[in-house]
């Protein structure tokens, strides 16, 4: 019943108001011409707008314009003409603005249209809702404005999405500098865990100002101060004997020489005298230096630690270890290798050559010597090692040479491979007759019929060797040897092997 009443006094204010437009006596919202010709409108009041003038006035002071009625059905849609991005909306018109809003946003609009049912004074406030339509999705903020007697409603858009994307922006901006933030204070704690971990001094100049950046506590106390009484000063002041233009010149020229990379400085407060070794390098548009200082003392100490360490491995290791001259007599090996050859005192190895104790004698070591002297070292020479009781052992050998130093000399690691050999060696390998009628093949046959009896005995090997690898299992070695099934079977039966395996 009030909500009838409410309509029928605004259906006469509104027959009032055309009234007054339509009458030929001046009203409050005539025009007054000035003294100077100007109009303008009085009592701060707008005239009456025609309606063909009125649509396009709303579609250029807003984004979108929809006039709904009280149950949210879509009356009119205008646009604005540059603004495209809302696509085509014309057929909203005549359907419910419901269905063209998401699940969340209906509820805003039931509640704002009730409210607009109880109003009696017209104000309503603004909405923001998100539009959807046909895979199209965007927010809208309305301001909500009475239009008529009927309970028709009037809601001025202004699109969202440029905010919103500038929204987005600032939050992938802000999470950006984030992350750097926290990438950075990563790599900042492990640089000062490093720093604080590393025995070794390190100090950073900075060679335009030719301060100390940063240092560790090992340089601190090579330098004979605190870490905090260092940081930020002169280095020239720090050593002695130095200005601070020659001085840093003559660590940058260390620094990018070719040859060696040391100079010795004298610390001023200890006078203590120490090897230092400059890295140029830039950071953020600044040049500096990483020196890293050493006292001549630890060098030594690092020397002699080094010798023993060596010695210890000579003497205790569990390869084999032989040295020989250019010519490969053996000048020393260790107790490895006495135990594999079953010689009881190196006495008995010294001033002999090295091919004594291999199965093929001269050819195994010309082999091992000519290639270890051409490319500095040979890895992994696999032959047979003879010992003093005529037994054979199957082994690996490495070369080094030795060259640079007043005697060169061959270093020979030798490891046992006989139980590798066993593991991989299978039960049906190619006998000796087979090598031996390759081999008498010479002479009597054309190298291509050589060839093809040789590639027939490799290929035998290589399917015997995945056959007993797989334990006869004929899909994984066809896989193995990247063959079908099919071709599989056919070399088995080719050199025999069918019967063989199926029986064993």
């Known amino acids: 019943m009030r909500s009838d009443n409410i309509r029928s006094r605004r259906a006469r204010e509104f027959e009032q108001g055309i009234e007054d437009a339509v009458d030929d006596t001046p009203i409050q919202n005539a025009p007054v011409m000035t003294s100077r010709g100007q109009k303008y409108w009085t009592g701060g009041s707008i005239p009456l707008i025609g309606p063909d003038v009125l649509g396009g006035i709303i579609a250029s002071a807003s984004d979108i314009g929809v006039v ?51 109003s009696e004074d017209g104000a309503t406030g603004s909405i923001e809702l998100n539009h959807t339509d046909k895979n199209l999705e965007f927010p809208i903020s309305y301001s909500l404005h009475r239009i008529g007697p009927d309970g028709a409603l009037l809601m001025l858009g202004r699109d969202l999405r440029p905010i919103a994307e500038m929204q987005q922006q600032l939050v992938k901006t802000q999470i950006a500098i984030e992350q750097d933030y926290e990438l950075q204070r990563d790599f900042d704690t492990r640089y000062r865990v490093l720093m604080d971990a590393s025995r070794e001094a390190m100090v950073f100049l900075n060679v335009a100002s030719g301060r100390i950046v940063d240092l560790n ?62 890295s140029l390098f830039r950071a953020a548009g600044e040049r500096l230096l990483l020196c890293r200082i050493e006292h001549p003392d630890d060098q030594e100490r ?13 003497q205790e290791g569990v390869d084999a270890i032989v040295f020989t001259d250019l010519n490969g007599m053996i000048r020393a090996a260790n107790e490895s290798f006495l135990n594999l050859a079953d010689v009881g005192h190196v006495t008995n190895v010294k001033g002999r050559p090295l091919a004594d104790f291999l199965s093929r004698g001269m050819v195994d ?14 890895r992994m020479y696999a032959t047979k090692l003879n010992s003093a009781f005529d037994n054979q052992m199957s082994v690996e ?37 087979s090598v031996r009628s390759v081999m008498e ?9 050589i060839v093809a009896e040789t590639t027939d005995v490799v290929e035998k090997l290589c399917i015997e060797t995945a056959v007993e690898l797989t ?9 193995m040897l990247g063959l079908s099934r099919q071709s599989l079977y056919v070399k088995l039966r080719k050199y025999g092997l069918l019967a063989k395996n199926a029986d064993s």
């Open 441 to 449: 093949l010479v002479g009597n046959a054309t190298l291509k019929d």
């Open 365 to 378: 070591q010309k082999v091992l010597l000519e290639n270890a002297a051409r490319a500095g070292q040979m």
């Open 397 to 433: 050998i490495s070369v080094t040479h030795l060259q640079d130093r007043s005697h060169p000399s061959f270093v020979f690691v030798i490891r046992d491979a006989s139980r590798v050999e066993a593991v991989r060696k299978p039960n049906g390998t190619v006998n000796d007759d």
């Open 302 to 314: 690092v020397s002699d630690q080094l010798t023993e360490d060596l010695s210890a491995l000579y």
């Open 471 to 479: 334990h006869n299992n004929r899909v994984a070695a066809a896989e």
């Open 217 to 278: 506590k090992p340089a601190a106390a090579l330098l004979g101060a605190p870490r905090k009484e260092l940081l930020e000063a002169a280095v020239a002041q720090v050593f002695d004997g130095r200005r601070r233009g020659e001085f840093l010149e003559a660590l940058t020229n260390t620094a990018i020489a070719e040859g060696s990379k040391t100079i010795e400085l004298i610390v001023r407060k200890t006078k203590a005298r120490l090897t230092v070794s400059p």
């Open 68 to 118: 709904i009625s009280e149950q949210g059905d879509v009356l009119s849609v205008l646009v604005k003409p540059d603004h495209k991005s809302f696509g085509h909306v014309e057929h909203w018109e005549g359907r419910n603005l419901r269905d063209f809003l998401t699940v969340e946003s209906v509820p805003k609009l039931d509640a704002k249209l009730a409210a607009f049912v109880e």
